[in-house]
């Protein structure tokens, strides 16, 4: 990695996510009661680099995508510019809203429910982003399987996000992806499609289970090491991550591999778990941009996210990162390892 280049470029999703904290999740045709909302930023790029302004990364953050010339449209551009987020390739168009999201969570467990409007996330592509001049050392990308443009195959059978993500690399950066759980027709074939072009894959068990076409428990470490280096082995660059929310697995392309349990986070400490993944990418991509050893990386990653939980919106929790790492000190670490 180029010790000249500094800084995050984050692309894809840009949402508005309206925070609906409810009293159970109802069975369908029955009431349930929201107790408070609010709203907050949403999608993965959007959340990582609210994180990162709230870990007082010291390096410069930039966003790319695409809003809608609305009212929400213009809150995310505020917003991201008052975090110090660079909005110079936030881009925006009147063919269609701002996308949005719904995130139902409920107030006892702190489980979530997306319903997703996906909006001018859906007119994304590869044109929208300029590598020319950019100094950034990374590049994230979220989330494959919710970037309609980015998820289409060209004439050749390869994806436009695995061209951006080429683009990326021939300029100097790093490439870092993400996707989002979901039940996508093609999620096996456009995962695949980018991997040999990213450098550092960040997903859950989920996620893995669907490029894999296999089934992941959450609590078994082994499996996910062994998934983890069948991912490499379809093409990613560098590193794999898996998370869920009882710890995470890496490896790397030179034979390293590491494994972190959860905090051990008493009862009522989390009041809402939207945006726990993209707060725990948030603390891999500080660290990889920090040039920190693997198990630094996932310590960093797991203690990120359990900040994350404090509060229902994405990113309200996030701490710097000395305060993010002293979690791990004061509450500990839950087990991990072991098939549920």
């Not at 390096?59 to 909005?87: K, M, N, Q, Y």
Request: charge should be negative; proline fraction near 3%; include cysteine.
């Amino acid at each position: 990695m180029s010790t000249q280049r500094k800084g995050i470029l984050a692309a894809g999703n840009f949402i508005v996510d309206h925070v609906k904290i409810i009293d159970r999740y109802p069975q369908q045709d029955m009431l349930a009661n929201i107790v408070s909302e609010s709203q907050s930023n949403g999608g993965g790029p959007y959340n990582v680099l609210k994180d990162l302004a709230a870990m007082k990364v010291g390096f410069p953050l930039a966003a790319c995508g695409l809003v809608g010339d609305d009212e929400d449209g213009r809150w995310i551009r505020e917003d991201c510019a008052t975090h110090g987020i660079d909005i110079a390739q936030l881009h925006r168009t009147a063919e269609c809203a701002t996308s949005y999201t719904d995130a139902m969570t409920v107030q006892g467990n702190g489980r979530r429910t997306f319903f997703h409007q996906r909006g001018a996330n859906a007119l994304f592509d590869e044109i929208h982003c300029n590598f020319a001049g950019c100094d950034a050392r990374l590049f994230h990308l979220g989330y494959l399987m919710l970037l309609d443009r980015l998820d289409s195959f060209d004439e050749c059978g390869q994806t436009r996000a695995a061209i951006l993500l080429a683009r990326a690399k021939a300029a100097g950066l790093e490439t870092s992806v993400d996707a989002v759980s979901t039940e996508h027709p093609g999620f096996r074939a456009i995962a695949l499609s980018a991997l040999p072009f990213t450098d550092h894959l960040v997903i859950n068990e989920v996620e893995a289970s669907r490029v894999l076409e296999t089934t992941l428990g959450a609590h078994d470490a082994a499996a996910l090491l062994f998934a983890a280096q069948n991912l490499l082995a379809a093409g990613v660059q560098r590193s794999v991550t898996i998370h869920t929310e009882y710890g995470a697995v890496a490896v790397t392309r030179e034979g390293e591999q590491g494994t972190q349990p959860s905090l051990k986070l008493p009862d009522g400490f989390s009041k809402g778990a939207t945006g726990a993944g993209d707060a725990f990418a948030a603390g891999l991509l500080y660290s990889l941009h920090e040039g920190w050893p693997l198990q630094s990386r996932l310590l960093l990653a797991v203690t990120t996210a359990a900040a994350s939980l404090a509060d229902p919106s994405p990113s309200a929790g996030v701490l710097p990162v000395s305060e993010c790492l002293a979690l791990g000190e004061r509450f500990g670490f839950g087990g991990f390892g072991q098939a549920a």
